[in-house]
């Protein structure tokens, strides 16, 4: 974790931008790299019953770190996505609880702190 779910962007064009994207945020988060996911969500949006281009979003699912971080981490994508040729682009941050996250069937905080 972090896992960045990107809504309404080109799947290559993100490709473009995923190492130095990355890069920044491990930086930042000081995690290690493979902790990190990205997707590329595929959605159709509809209005008035006619497909539309959506909004161009980044869903960040993570623990949270303060509001320093997490507004360095939303400067930090929104550049990058900018770069790409979007011009407009909502950051939305969503705080994963510790107790309820598992990997591999073990609770995640009985790996860290092994209780």
């Known amino acids: 974790m972090p896992a960045l779910r990107l809504k309404s962007i080109d799947a290559k064009r993100a490709l473009s931008i995923s190492k130095e994207l990355i890069d920044e945020l491990q930086e930042l988060i000081q995690c290690p790299r493979d902790y990190f996911s990205i997707e590329v969500a595929q959605s159709k949006y509809i ?23 997490q507004d360095k ?43």
């Not at 909502?90 to 209780?115: M, P, R």
Request: glycine content about 10%.
């Open 47 to 69: 209005m008035d019953g006619k497909f539309v281009g959506g909004p161009q979003m980044v869903d960040v699912f993570w623990f949270d770190r303060g509001q320093e971080v």
């Open 73 to 115: 981490a939303a400067k930090i994508i929104t550049k990058h996505i900018n770069s790409i040729g979007y011009k407009c682009v909502d950051v939305i941050f969503h705080d994963l609880d510790a107790k309820k996250y598992y990997e591999n069937g073990e609770h995640f905080l009985k790996q860290i702190f092994s209780f």
